[in-house]
């Protein structure tokens, strides 16, 4: 049995990260439906966060909560936005092996 969730979170859509990447990841942490939740930010979600007030404040309480958050780096250097990331607390660092890893784990991973 799988025992972590694994979200890569793409979008810049507010509905579908409101409504399925952090609805979803949150209640599966906090109902224990999955033992962990990661997600790893990536690309316009990155940009989604640093301009929405209200995902900000859901992903503290997220983290909070023990759902773990990861950004890419090298995309936030490329939007100048890694200290606003930093500020809400998600871990950043370059990402792609750790996608990679993902993958090759052979566990299902949700994009979003």
């Known amino acids: 049995m799988q025992k972590e969730a694994k979200i890569l979170w793409t979008t810049n859509n507010k509905e579908t990260a409101m409504n399925m990447v952090l609805?979803?990841?949150h209640n599966a942490?906090?109902?224990g439906w999955m033992k962990e939740v990661s997600i790893l930010?990536?690309?316009?979600?990155?940009k989604l966060?640093?301009?929405?007030k209200e995902i900000q404040?859901?992903?503290?309480?997220?983290?909070?909560?023990?759902?773990?958050?990861?950004a890419c780096l090298k995309c936030?250097?490329?939007m100048e936005i890694?200290?606003?990331l930093e500020a809400c607390h998600i871990d950043l660092f370059?990402?792609?092996e750790l996608l990679s890893n993902w993958i090759k784990s052979g566990e299902t991973v949700i994009s979003v």
Request: hydrophobic share 40%.
């Open 23 to 25: 609805l979803y990841a």
């Open 29 to 31: 942490k906090i109902h």
């Open 41 to 46: 930010v990536w690309g316009a979600s990155q």
């Open 49 to 52: 966060i640093i301009q929405d």
């Open 57 to 70: 404040e859901k992903i503290k309480v997220m983290i909070d909560d023990g759902v773990k958050f990861t």
């Open 76 to 78: 936030a250097e490329n």
């Open 82 to 84: 890694a200290e606003g």
């Open 94 to 96: 370059y990402t792609g």
